[in-house]
C-alpha cells in the first residue's frame, strides 16, 4: 500500500471540486473493495476523500412514488428497509445474496456500484491487465476465465462487473444521482452508468473525474413477482457464476438482467419481450453475439436454465 | 517405554477421565484472544516488521535485482536477498529452497524480505524492489508431462531390475477373465491448505543463538531443517509454536517465513515479525498435487473382487514425490489379482507435498467412486459390495493381520442408522422440488501410523502436575487429551494439569501430522507417567507395581497417601517415550469408517447441495469423543470442499496457480454444511499402543468426497469422475427442462 493522504469531507461538492483536481484523489465511504485493492497496490490513490458526513443515508419517497436512496445507505439498511422489501423485493434478494452480512454493514449503496471485476489477473500484479495498467494486455485472455464475461467484453478486457445489488437496479430501471465539482447535477439511468470495455477498460463507468454518487432513485413499484436466482459453487460469500435478476407479472411478462455476464448488468430489453415464450427465447436474444472461452461457454446453458428456474418459481 | 507387545489392562482402561468429553482446556484461552499465535508473542521487545516479495516468474534466473528505491523508502531497515543472505542450505524436508535466486524454481517463491519500523513501511517499500528476471520455460501441464514420465515408488527396488509396479498375483489375466468389469479414469485437481492462519514467525537473536516463534506442526523436523537452512548447530535454536491456527500439513515443514525471519532479524539486528500475505500463501507454500488415476476393478457375478488395479500419476519438482493415490488400494479391499503403480512427472510449479489424508484423500476419491460403478454393473448394493470384499488382512501379505478393523459393522450400523434401504438403486428417481435427491456411501481408509514419542511430567512440591512436550496443537485438541492422560494415569483431574506444548525446550513428540498425533503423543505421555508414577510410589512407601492413583492419592499393600506429598521432600519428575518395533510387522494398522451423504442437486442449475452427512468411524479408543467428533466433522467438511469447489485452477502459460486468494479458491462456508451426524464405534486396539488409541483427524476426509460423488450420481444418473463436480461438468447431461 502506498502512503495516502486523508480528509473527511463536510460538503458534497467541495468534496467533488476536490477529487476533479487531484487525479490521485478517491473517494472512499465503506472502504470495502478500496482498501483490499490499495494493500495489493491494484488502486494507488495518494489521497482519500471520506464522504461518510456528507449525510448521504437516507431511504425517503420520491415525489412520482419511488424512492430514493442515499448513497451512504449500507447494503444492510438497505436490503431491510420495509418498503425495499415489499415494493422491490428484487433489490432486497439481490442485496442479501452478496458479500457477508459484515460486509453489507459496512458496503455503501454508491460503493456496490462501483465495486471494481474480480479477475484474478486483475488481482495479481504480477500479470498483465489492461485494466489495471493500461495498455500492458490481458492475461485473463487464454488463461483461467471459469468466473469471466460472456458478452460485452472486448479484446483488451474479459472481466465481469461482479455485483448483484446493481443486477436488481438494472430490472428496476434505477437511475443514479451525482453531483460534480461545480455543483452541476445529474441523473444516468442504471443502463448507461457501467460501460462496456472496448479499448478502454479502464474506465469502468461513465462517471467524469471527481463526480460525486449521491443518490439511487427507483421508479414507483412495478408489482410482480420478484427473483433473485444467484448460482454458485459456494452457497455463499461467492461471485455469481450467473444470476439472474427478474420481474414477472401474472400474464407472464417481465424484465430480466443477469449478472456475471458482462462488464454491466446485463439486460437487453428485446429480450424482455419475449419472456412469455420461455427461457430459451429470452436469453437467445439477451446473449445474441456472445463470445465467451472454452472455460466459461456453460454460462451461457446455465444462463437459460437459471432463468428457466425463474419462471418456473413464478408459475407456480 | 518400547512397545513391542500388545496391551493388557493398565490405569486408562478405567476411562475415569480419558475417553470422556471434554470441553478444550485451552478453549477460553482461544475465545478470548489470550491464546498467543506466532505473529502475536509481545513480550519481544522492540520488533522491526517483515514483508515478502514473491518471484513473478515461475521459472528462471534473477538476473539482478534493484534495492535503491526500496532502500530509501521511509523506515527501511534491511533488505535480505539470496545474494547478502550468505550461504544457505536446503532443510531435509524441503524439495524447494526457500528463498530463490539467482535460480527460480516456482511463482512467488520468496526473492527477497524487506525489514523496515512497521508492518506498512515494509509493505510499501518491498513493491518498490525491482527484480529483472530472464524468465525459462517450464513444466506446467500435467496431463502433457505425464505422457513421457517415469514410474516411480513401489515394492520392487531400486537396482531390482523390475519395473517399479507392485503386483500380487496375475492381474491382467484376471481382469480379462472377469466377468463384471469397470475400467475408468478420474482426476483429482491441485488442492491448498487454506488454513486460517498464515505462515508467521517472529525471529530474535542473542549472539548466535536463534529463538523463533513460528506456526509449525512438527517442532524438531522445523528446528532441524531451519538448523541446516542457516548452516548453524540445531541447539542453538529454540523453536516455539505452543498454538497453531491450522496447519493441514502445510505447516509439517519449514518455510519460508521461519528463514526469513531469521535472516531479517540478523541482517537488521532486531528481533522481526514476520506474516506471510494471503495471496501469497497458494504459491509460495506447498498443496496437494493434483492427481490422473485409472482404475480397473473385475469381479464375480456375486460381487467378489478378483481383479483390483490402481495407476495414478502427479507431478512434482525436481527430485519431489508423487501423490500417493494408490496406498489405500492395496489394503482396503480383497482381490487375488492386483496392480498398483505411479508415475512422477516433473512439473515446474509449486512444490507438492502433504496435505490431510496425503495418498488417501486423493485416492478414496477415486476408488470409491470406482466401487460404485461396479456395484450398479454388478446390480449390487454398494453397501454389500464393499462388505462382500471385506478382508481382515494385507491382501498382498496374507500373513499379516488388521491389528483391528471393523469396516464392515461401520458400513451395516451406518446404513442403518441413515435409511440406507430408503435410497432408490436407479439413480435419477428422486424429486423434492426443483431438487434431484440422491445418497451415496463410501468407505473410510485412513492408515495409523507409529511414531517415538517423548514427554516429560512433574509433580511440583505444590502438587500441580505439569506435562511438558513438543507436541503441537493445531486446533485438533492436544492440550486436552494429554491433560486427560496424565490425569487418567496419575488420579487427578484434567482441569489439574497443566500442559505446555510446541517448544523445543521440550521432549521431541510425534508432532501432529499424518493422523499419527493424538494416539502417540499420549502414548509418550503415558510412559513419562509410569516414570513419574514410579518415582511417586516410591516416596510413599509403596510398591509401584500394585499402585493405584485415584482421587490425588496413591494407594497399595494396605497403605495410602496424598500423590502431592510425594512431592513434598522436592519435584519428582518422570520423562520417557514410547517407541515401537515389532508389532509393525506382524499388524497393519489402519482406522476405518462409512460415511453416507444426502445431496440435493438443482435440477435447473445443476448446483449441488449437501443435505445430510453421517460417518461412522472405527478408530481405536476415543481419546476424547468431543474433540474427536471435531476432528471428524472438520474433515468432513474439507471433503465436501475437495468434492464440491476446492481446485487450483492452473496458469499453464505463466506456471502458476490462478486463484491465490480466499475469495477465489473456494472452500465450505457455514451455509454449505448440513446436520453432521458422527458415530464412533466402541474400540480399543491393544496392539496399537498403551492408549489402545489410534488416529482419526484425517479419517474423516477419507472418502467422503467419493460418497458425494456417489450421491450426486445417484441423484442425476450422470456421472462426474472430474473432481470438483461444479455444475458444468454435467449441467448439459441433466434431466431437460421444462
Known amino acids: 500500500m502506498r502512503a495516502f493522504t486523508y480528509e473527511r469531507a463536510k460538503d458534497a461538492v467541495e468534496a467533488a471540486r476536490i477529487v476533479a483536481g487531484r ?3 478517491k473517494f472512499i465511504a465503506g472502504g470495502t473493495n478500496l482498501l483490499d485493492l490499495m494493500k495489493l497496490e491494484i488502486e494507488t490513490p495518494t489521497h482519500l476523500v471520506d464522504v461518510q458526513d456528507l449525510g448521504f443515508d437516507k431511504i425517503e419517497k420520491t415525489r412520482d412514488g419511488g424512492l430514493r436512496i442515499g448513497a451512504l445507505v449500507t447494503n444492510t439498511d438497505l436490503a431491510a428497509d420495509e418498503r425495499v422489501r415489499r415494493d422491490y423485493g428484487v433489490l432486497t434478494r439481490a442485496i442479501v445474496a452478496g458479500a457477508s452480512g459484515q460486509l453489507r454493514n459496512k458496503a455503501s449503496t454508491a460503493g456496490n456500484l462501483l ?19 493500461p495498455g500492458s494486455g490481458c492475461a485473463a485472455i487464454g488463461g483461467y476465465s471459469r468466473q469471466l464475461g460472456v458478452i460485452g467484453v472486448s479484446n483488451a478486457c474479459i472481466a465481469t462487473f461482479p455485483g448483484d445489488m446493481a443486477v436488481a437496479m438494472r430490472v428496476l430501471d434505477a437511475a443514479i444521482e451525482t453531483v460534480d465539482g461545480g455543483g452541476q447535477k445529474r441523473s444516468i439511468p442504471i443502463a448507461e452508468f457501467h460501460r462496456l470495455w472496448g479499448d478502454r477498460p479502464e474506465i469502468d463507468t461513465v462517471l467524469k473525474p471527481g463526480e460525486l454518487i449521491t443518490a439511487v432513485t427507483l421508479p414507483r413499484p412495478i408489482g410482480g413477482r420478484h427473483f433473485y436466482e444467484k448460482v454458485r459453487d459456494r452457497a455463499s460469500y461467492a461471485y455469481a457464476l450467473v444470476s439472474v435478476a427478474a420481474v414477472i407479472q401474472r400474464d407472464g411478462t417481465g424484465r430480466v438482467a443477469f449478472g456475471g455476464v458482462a462488464p454491466r448488468p446485463w439486460r437487453v430489453e428485446a429480450a424482455d419481450a419475449l419472456l412469455p415464450q420461455g427461457a430459451a427465447a429470452v436469453t437467445a436474444r439477451a446473449f445474441q453475439g456472445a463470445t465467451p472461452t472454452r472455460d466459461n461457454a456453460f454460462k451461457l446453458p446455465l444462463a437459460t436454465r437459471a432463468l428457466a428456474s425463474v419462471i418456473a418459481q413464478a408459475k407456480a | ?3 513391542d507387545t500388545p496391551a493388557t489392562t493398565n490405569p486408562i482402561d478405567r476411562m475415569k477421565v480419558v475417553g470422556r468429553p471434554h470441553e478444550r482446556i485451552d478453549g477460553p484461552l482461544k475465545t478470548t484472544g489470550q491464546a498467543p499465535y506466532a505473529y502475536e508473542h509481545r513480550a519481544i521487545a522492540n520488533p522491526a516488521y517483515g514483508y515478502i516479495v514473491g518471484s513473478a516468474v515461475a521459472k528462471g534466473t534473477i538476473r539482478s535485482i534493484n534495492l535503491d528505491e526500496a532502500r530509501g523508502a521511509p523506515g527501511v531497515l534491511s533488505i535480505v536477498t539470496a545474494a547478502t543472505a550468505g550461504k544457505l542450505g536446503k532443510g531435509q524436508m524441503n524439495t524447494v529452497k526457500l528463498l530463490a535466486g539467482p535460480q527460480v524454481d516456482h511463482y512467488h517463491q520468496a526473492v527477497a524480505l524487506v525489514v523496515a519500523e512497521t508492518f506498512e513501511q515494509a509493505r510499501a517499500a518491498a513493491a518498490l524492489v525491482r527484480v529483472d528476471y530472464a524468465r525459462a520455460t517450464g513444466s506446467y501441464d500435467l496431463d502433457e508431462a505425464l505422457k513421457s514420465a517415469p514410474l516411480t515408488g513401489g515394492d520392487s527396488g531400486e ?15 484376471a481382469f480379462a477373465a472377469a466377468p463384471v468389469k469397470i475400467d475408468a479414469e478420474y482426476t483429482t485437481p491441485d488442492h ?24 509449525n506442526q512438527m517442532i524438531d523436523w522445523g528446528r532441524g531443517d531451519l538448523a541446516k537452512t542457516l548452516g548453524i548447530p540445531k541447539d542453538k535454536i529454540t523453536l516455539m509454536s505452543p498454538y497453531v491456527g491450522g496447519g493441514f500439513g502445510g505447516k509439517l515443514f519449514l518455510r519460508a517465513d521461519a528463514v526469513l525471519a531469521a535472516l531479517g532479524a540478523k541482517a537488521a539486528k532486531r528481533p522481526v515479525k514476520l506474516a506471510m500475505q494471503r495471496p501469497m500463501m497458494v504459491n509460495n507454500a506447498t498443496h496437494r498435487p493434483a492427481t490422473r488415476q485409472r ?11 478378483t481383479a483390483i488395479a490402481h495407476e495414478s500419476g502427479s507431478g512434482d519438482q525436481p527430485n519431489g514425490g508423487p501423490e500417493a493415490a494408490v496406498n489405500q488400494t492395496k489394503l482396503l479391499y480383497a482381490g487375488a489379482n492386483r496392480l498398483t503403480s505411479m508415475r512422477l512427472a516433473v512439473l515446474n510449479l509449486p512444490e507438492g507435498n502433504a496435505m490431510r489424508a496425503p495418498g488417501e484423500a486423493p485416492g478414496m476419491m477415486a476408488l ?25 488382512v494385507d491382501p498382498e501379505k496374507p500373513e499379516r493381520r488388521f491389528s483391528q478393523r471393523q469396516l464392515v459393522r461401520c458400513l451395516t450400523e451406518g446404513a442403518q442408522r441413515f435409511g440406507w434401504s430408503r435410497r432408490s438403486a436407479t439413480p435419477g428417481q428422486v424429486r423434492d422440488g426443483k431438487w434431484l435427491v440422491g445418497m451415496g456411501v463410501a468407505a473410510a481408509f485412513r492408515n495409523h501410523v507409529n511414531r517415538t514419542s517423548g514427554a516429560r511430567v512433574r509433580l511440583g512440591q505444590d502438587g500441580v502436575v505439569t506435562v511438558e512436550t513438543d507436541m503441537t496443537d493445531i486446533g ?12 487418567e494415569m496419575l488420579g487427578v483431574p484434567a482441569e489439574a494439569v497443566v500442559v505446555k506444548l510446541g517448544s523445543s525446550a521440550f521432549p521431541v513428540s510425534a508432532g501432529s501430522g499424518g493422523q499419527w498425533g493424538a494416539a502417540n503423543a499420549t502414548a509418550g505421555v503415558y510412559a513419562a507417567c509410569v516414570k513419574l508414577r514410579e518415582q511417586a510410589a516410591q516416596r510413599l512407601g509403596i510398591d509401584p507395581a500394585t499402585a493405584d492413583f485415584a482421587d490425588g492419592r496413591v494407594s497399595g499393600g494396605g497403605k495410602s497417601g496424598d500423590l502431592r506429598a510425594a512431592a513434598s521432600g522436592g519435584e519428582l519428575v518422570g520423562e520417557d517415550k514410547i517407541e515401537f518395533d515389532k508389532l509393525d510387522k506382524t499388524y497393519q494398522f489402519a482406522t476405518f469408517g462409512a460415511h453416507f451423504v444426502e445431496v440435493g442437486v438443482d435440477a435447473y442449475t445443476g448446483i449441488t447441495r449437501i443435505r445430510r452427512m453421517l460417518a461412522v468411524c472405527a478408530a481405536g479408543r476415543i481419546i476424547n469423543p468431543v474433540s474427536a467428533r471435531s476432528q471428524v466433522i472438520g474433515a468432513m467438511t474439507m471433503g465436501a470442499g475437495s468434492a464440491l469447489m476446492e481446485e487450483l485452477a492452473v496458469d499453464k502459460r505463466f506456471g502458476m496457480f490462478v486463484n491465490h486468494d480466499l475469495a477465489s479458491y473456494e472452500v465450505p462456508v457455514h451455509a454449505d454444511i448440513p446436520q453432521q451426524e458422527v458415530v464412533f464405534l466402541d474400540e480399543a486396539d491393544e496392539k496399537a499402543n498403551p492408549m489402545k488409541a489410534k488416529g482419526v483427524g484425517e479419517l474423516g476426509m477419507c472418502g467422503v468426497a467419493g460418497a458425494i460423488a456417489n450421491a450426486v450420481y445417484n441423484a442425476t444418473g450422470v456421472r462426474i469422475r472430474d473432481y470438483p463436480l461444479t455444475l458444468e461438468k454435467h449441467l448439459e447431461r441433466l434431466p431437460p427442462i421444462v
Open chain 2, 159 to 173: 537396482g531390482s531390475g523390475a519395473p517399479p509396479v507392485d503386483r500380487t498375483g496375475k492381474f491382467e489375466d
Open chain 2, 368 to 392: 470409491e467412486i470406482a466401487m460404485d460403478e461396479l456395484a450398479e454393473k454388478l446390480r449390487m448394493d454398494p453397501v454389500a459390495l464393499r462388505i462382500k470384499n471385506d478382508t481382515q
Open chain 2, 192 to 215: 491448498s491448505h487454506a488454513m486460517m492462519e498464515p505462515f508467521a514467525s517472529i525471529a530474535a537473536w542473542n549472539g548466535d543463538e536463534l529463538t523463533l516463534w513460528t506456526s
Open chain 2, 295 to 305: 482404475i480397473r476393478l473385475g469381479a464375480q457375478p456375486d460381487g467378489t473382487i
Open chain 2, 476 to 487: 485438533t485438541g492436544s492440550y486436552t487429551i494429554i491433560a486427560q492422560t496424565a490425569g
Open chain 1, 23 to 25: 487525479p490521485d484523489a
Open chain 1, 115 to 133: 465495486q471494481r471485476t474480480r479477475c484474478p489477473y486483475f488481482y495479481d500484479t504480477n500479470m498483465a491487465c489492461n485494466k489495471r495498467k
Open chain 2, 1 to 3: 517405554m518400547q512397545f
